[in-house]
């Protein structure tokens, strides 16, 4: 059984930086395809960012593809998603998932192994 386990989150002033970790167990991380996804109190579960299990990768939550970055370790059996300039509005519960696909997916429901998410939040 896949087994996704998310670290790093905290408090960060706005403008700032931060890494979040998810060490996968249970399979090795590179059949699966990633994503690392976001729920703010009040909102919808929306994606961020993923990368495939061919390393394509797709953007979601930062049009410039700018602020947010995918990296996996596959020999580490983990992923990190680097942010930077971060704002108020990325405050969120951040998760990773994992699928067995070629493809991203915006879409939470497509995903069905997740992590217990790590509280994120932007405030000065």
């Known amino acids: 059984q896949l087994q996704l386990v998310e670290s790093g989150g905290g408090l960060v002033q706005p403008g700032g930086s931060l890494r979040l970790s998810c060490a996968v167990s249970?399979?090795?991380?590179?059949?699966?395809?990633i994503g690392w996804f976001r729920q703010a109190p009040g909102k919808e579960r929306e994606g961020v960012i993923c990368?495939?299990?061919?390393?394509?990768?797709?953007n979601y939550a930062d049009s410039r593809g700018e602020r947010f970055t995918i990296s996996r370790d596959n020999a580490g059996n983990t992923v990190y998603l680097q942010m930077s300039s971060l704002e108020p509005d990325d405050t969120a519960v951040y998760y990773c998932?994992?699928?067995?696909?070629?493809?991203?997916?915006?879409?939470?429901?497509?995903?069905?192994?997740w992590g217990q998410g790590t509280q994120v939040t932007v405030s000065s």
């Open positions: 990368e495939s299990r061919l390393g394509s990768l797709s």
């Open positions: 249970g399979s090795d991380l590179e059949f699966y395809t």
């Open positions: 998932a994992a699928r067995d696909h070629v493809v991203c997916s915006p879409n939470s429901w497509q995903f069905p192994s």
